[in-house]
């Protein structure tokens, strides 16, 4: 991270913390919801499949920036599918950049070549073992792992979503993460039940198992970028919210 950054988050915690101060640090766009995939706990894929024209987004990173906003993600559907004319998800992440966002991070499902070395981070889902992931994403995991290895840079961050299919791959993922060309770190949340995904959600002593594992790993090693301390918060659904 650069210097600049640093101080300018070093800034906000205290404006935050000491000064009770609410202001937000962190927003989204969604580029489209469109994808390629349909997985098993996913209900807003598809819905509407529109590509968001690269004017309105545009004017809504410059809002999200006018208000506070210094750390950018862009989502989807699967953002790697968006274009408009001859803008394409790198020209997102450059005229961010160029905006004045210190973070732009992309989300993927990880299926199309990761040629985005401009993003800070690329949170790629990877859902459990080659098995369990393609339970739930279908055949993918061979294809996901191969544009891994030929990924341009090295900011590709795992993204697991625990569910009760891949509970019990917590393991595989962390050590995937860990021995991985190209993988930074893994990141873990627990499935968001919608109201057709409701069987997959895990229980509160699931979820405490969940954690304890996650600890674990980290003691050994595993480069997993949750906080230990955000664990309670994680297992009881409850997050505290000190900006709007």
Known sequence: ?????????????????????????????????????????CSVNN?????HPYDQIKKEMQLLYDMGVRILFFCGGETFLWKDKDHNLRNLVIEAKHMGFLIVNVVTNGTFPIDLPEANLILLSLDGDKQRHNEIRGNTYDIIMNNIHNATADNICLYMAINKINKDCIRDVCLTARNTKNIRAVSFNFHTPYPDTKELALTKEEKATCCEIISQMMKEGAPVFNLKNAFPYLIENQFPTPCH
């Open 1 to 41: 991270m650069k210097l600049s950054s640093f101080l300018y988050f070093t800034y906000f915690g205290i404006k935050t913390i000491l000064f009770k101060k609410r202001e937000p640090i962190l927003g989204t766009v969604i580029v489209t919801d469109r994808c390629n995939l349909h997985c098993k706990h």
């Open 47 to 51: 819905i509407t499949a529109v590509m």
